[in-house]
């Protein structure tokens, strides 16, 4: 049973900084790409960015592109999400997901496991 757990989402002034964390297990973490998404109320969700299977490889939204910054730590099991410049249109619920493969995708249809989701808001 492939679970994923995001934490680290809060409360945050406008310019200010979090770091989300996704643990993941039942799956072999090293071999799949993992993705960041968010859904805003009222919003479809959206990508952020994703990171390959050995972390050589992310691909950022323009949106979020200099500001955020994905890692992961395969002996960990785990991707993070360091969130900068934060900002009230970052406000929104989290998501990690695992992708089916071993790159990096932007589609959330590439992504066949998801985690619950971590609230994230920006106050201005």
């Known amino acids: 049973q492939v679970q994923l757990v995001e934490s680290g989402g809060g409360l945050v002034q406008a310019g200010g900084s979090l770091r989300l964390s996704c643990a993941a297990s039942g799956r072999t973490f090293s071999n799949y790409g993992m993705g960041w998404f968010r859904q805003a109320p009222g919003k479809e969700r959206e990508f952020v960015v994703a990171i390959s299977w050995s972390g050589g490889s992310t691909y950022y939204a323009d949106s979020v592109k200099g500001r955020f910054a994905i890692s992961r730590d395969n002996a960990k099991n785990t991707v993070y999400l360091q969130m900068n410049s934060l900002k009230p249109e970052d406000t929104a619920v989290y998501y990690c997901?695992?992708?089916?493969?071993?790159?990096?995708?932007?589609?959330?249809?590439?992504?066949?496991?998801w985690g619950q989701g971590t609230q994230v808001t920006v106050s201005s």
């Open positions: 997901a695992s992708s089916l493969g071993s790159s990096w995708y932007r589609r959330s249809q590439d992504y066949v496991y």
